[in-house]
């Protein structure tokens, strides 16, 4: 089955102590990206990848980092966690760049406390 | 910079009635428009994703269409059920291969 698999699916932390979001995706797609989604300003993007080794800031990177060794897996990192990191993950991949059909992970909600 | 709202940001309507979302964005200097379903605790599916070089794109009962010019984008659902009840969002990407996504309208079929 062709999907996008998050892990965890809820994470509860406290502040300062690195962790790692995995994301992995089955079908060959070059154009992977991480979202937060936040109540009343929707989702924005935090990091893209076009292809391997190539990552790029999305709108809010601050806080963030991204690898992508390898074409399926695209980890987000939190080097070190604040509370205003507390929000609802998605990731996401397309076939070639965004201008393909998006498909989504079911979401990481991160509580850093 | 690229902005994109939704209007209206809640609608609630009976069963069987057609309806129409909107989209709007500040910069027509896109590659393409997506809409996409949300319902509650998962994640988003695309619906309909309409090039910049489209007009409108199709899919069952939804029509999805494009008007750069104007910046604007309208999701039509015909013959609405209960099981259109979900958050629809839409999201433009820029010339700089980012995406920007609306806050959504959140979208209620009573039976």
């Known amino acids: 089955e062709a999907q996008v698999t998050q892990n965890p699916r809820y994470l509860i932390t406290v502040t300062g102590k690195k962790l790692t979001v995995t994301c992995s995706q089955n079908?060959?797609?070059?154009?992977m990206s991480w979202y937060r989604q936040d109540p009343g300003l929707g989702l924005r993007q935090i990091y893209y990848?076009?292809?391997?080794?190539?990552?790029d800031k999305g709108d809010v990177p601050e806080g963030y980092k991204v690898s992508r060794k390898e074409k399926r897996n695209f980890p987000l990192i939190l080097e070190s966690p604040s509370p205003n990191q507390t929000s609802l993950y998605f990731c996401?991949?397309?076939?070639?760049?965004?201008?393909?059909?998006?498909?989504f992970g079911q979401g990481t909600r991160l509580t850093v406390v | 910079k690229q902005e994109v709202t939704q209007i209206p940001a809640a609608l609630s309507v009976p069963e069987g009635e057609n309806l129409v979302l909107n989209c709007s964005f500040t910069?027509?200097?896109?590659?393409?428009l997506q809409w996409f379903r949300q319902d509650p605790g998962k994640g988003l599916t695309s619906l309909l994703l309409?090039?910049?070089?489209?007009r409108e794109q199709t899919s069952g009962r939804l029509n999805a269409s494009l008007d750069k010019s104007s910046g604007r984008s309208t999701l039509y659902i015909a013959a609405s059920q209960p099981g259109d009840s979900a958050t629809y969002l839409c999201?433009?990407?820029?010339?700089?291969?980012?995406?920007?996504f609306g806050p959504g309208t959140s979208l209620s079929v009573i039976p």
């Open positions: 996401a991949s397309s076939l070639s760049s965004p201008r393909t059909e998006a498909f």
């Open positions: 990848s076009m292809n391997v080794e190539v990552t």
């Open positions: 999201a433009v990407e820029t010339s700089y291969d980012k995406v920007i």
């Open positions: 910069d027509s200097a896109i590659y393409n």
């Open positions: 079908m060959n797609h070059e154009y």
């Open positions: 309409i090039q910049s070089s489209q």
